[in-house]
């Protein structure tokens, strides 16, 4: 069963908004074993639309529309869909008792004509109950094709798969399973993955495919499978999962989307009831960003000391300013000395601290734009490592990130083995 996603929308067309939408529907989507072949972003045109319609028409199962059906005039998703189905909107009286008591029930006010207009759909469309909005969902088929319009407000659009296409779809169709495995590996790039798996790559069932997803300092190995028996393609992944891991062992760090390099940390530390803090200068504070962005961090992170400033090591670290000037700010003595003193003053038992140069210009030090000096202090020992991560900025900036997480893991691990 293969479906299209269609975000309308000139604010996305032009960058003034993020389509969100597609994702989510798309995930939505392959949890049901429905492949998602194409995602579309078009502007709020009629012609354009119904182009769009007939180029899809009979070559996907379902096409499912996001956007265009508010009360004003710019959003053209109703009329286009019955002049595309030679149908025409009537009054459907459950939409209006539900938009009539949102309006007047629950904001207080007067039901205006544009909010009443919302209760218009097309005659033979089957309407999707839009329990937190005023705009319906419609379902309409032409020849082999299910055309769904969805309202473009997020919140809206997930209530309305949630509760209503989902459930429609799993009633109406036979769908074949998706199975997916996330394997998520730091420390090597792309290449070098794919040199050290290439035999187990070239040995994988047909029915299993690999795809490579790589970010700066990770590489996440995702497996799919599809096929009619469940019970079979869950026990060839895990068999194939099984066989990489002897392979890559000690760069794999966990499996599937949420196991991510900080969840795992915070998993172990938890464990290990130790603690965590950050100083950091070239990163802004985007580790302890990714630290605290996981559920019961609090449990272990104690907190970070963003010091971009050499006033700020000293002054607020109490970073020896005679050491700056010997080493400066850049150097493996500054991070040794930000890690150790973030260290007593949050009281934690490791701490991270991160100074280099980030770049398009030195600031103030003259080492090599793209270098970096990442610190951690454990509670016995204290680590320094220089890096070079090249530019753009925002590059040195996410490597360093990584980096910086996967030296604490190692070092956590050690005492865990």
Not at 175 to 200: C, F, M, N
Request: hydrophobic share 40%.
């Amino acid at each position: 069963m293969k479906a299209t996603i269609i975000t309308i929308g000139d604010e996305i067309l032009i960058g003034q908004i993020v389509d969100t939408n597609s994702g989510f529907i798309a995930k939505s989507l392959d949890r049901i074993g429905v492949e998602v072949v194409e995602m579309i972003s078009i502007s709020d045109d009629k012609k354009h639309i119904l182009d769009t319609f007939a180029q899809l028409q009979n070559k996907v199962d379902v096409v499912i529309v996001t956007g265009g059906l508010g009360p004003t005039k710019d959003d053209v998703t109703k009329k286009t869909f019955c002049e595309y189905f030679d149908d025409e909107l009537v009054v459907n009286p459950e939409v209006l008792a539900h938009v009539t008591q949102l309006i007047e029930g629950f904001y207080k006010r007067p039901i205006s004509q544009l909010n009443k207009d919302q209760a218009l759909v097309p005659s033979t469309c089957t309407v999707l109950h839009n329990q937190v909005g005023t705009a319906p969902g419609m379902w309409m088929k032409k020849e082999n094709t299910v055309f769904v319009s969805l309202p473009g407000v997020p919140y809206e659009m997930k209530y309305l798969v949630e509760e209503e296409i989902i459930p429609k779809i799993v009633r109406e169709y036979k769908r074949p399973y998706i199975i997916h495995k996330t394997i998520l590996t730091y420390g090597q790039g792309e290449s070098l993955v794919a040199e050290r798996i290439e035999d187990w790559e070239n040995n994988l069932p047909d029915f299993i495919k690999l795809a490579y997803l790589p970010n700066p300092g990770r590489v996440r190995l995702r497996l799919t499978a599809r096929g009619t028996n469940k019970e079979e393609l869950e026990k060839a992944i895990e068999d194939n999962v099984a066989s990489l891991d002897a392979i890559i062992h000690d760069i794999i760090v966990g499996y599937d989307e949420n196991e991510t390099i900080e969840t795992v940390i915070g998993k172990l530390l938890t464990k290990q009831n130790k603690t965590i803090s950050t100083a950091e200068s070239c990163t802004g504070g985007k580790i302890a960003s990714l630290i605290s962005s996981v559920q019961g961090s609090s449990k272990y992170f104690n907190g970070s000391i963003v010091s971009y400033a050499t006033e700020a090591k000293v002054n607020v670290l109490g970073v020896s300013q005679d050491l700056i000037d010997q080493y400066t700010v850049v150097s493996a003595q500054v991070a040794s000395a930000m890690a150790l003193s973030v260290k007593k003053l949050l009281k934690t038992d490791y701490a991270i601290a991160t100074t280099g140069n980030a770049g398009p210009s030195k600031g103030d030090s003259d080492a090599e734009i793209g270098t970096v000096f990442i610190a951690l202090a454990t509670p016995d020992d204290i680590i320094v490592e220089e890096f070079n991560f090249g530019q753009p900025r925002e590059k040195v900036i996410d490597r360093a990130t990584i980096k910086s997480l996967e030296i604490l893991q190692k070092e956590i691990l050690k005492i865990v083995r």
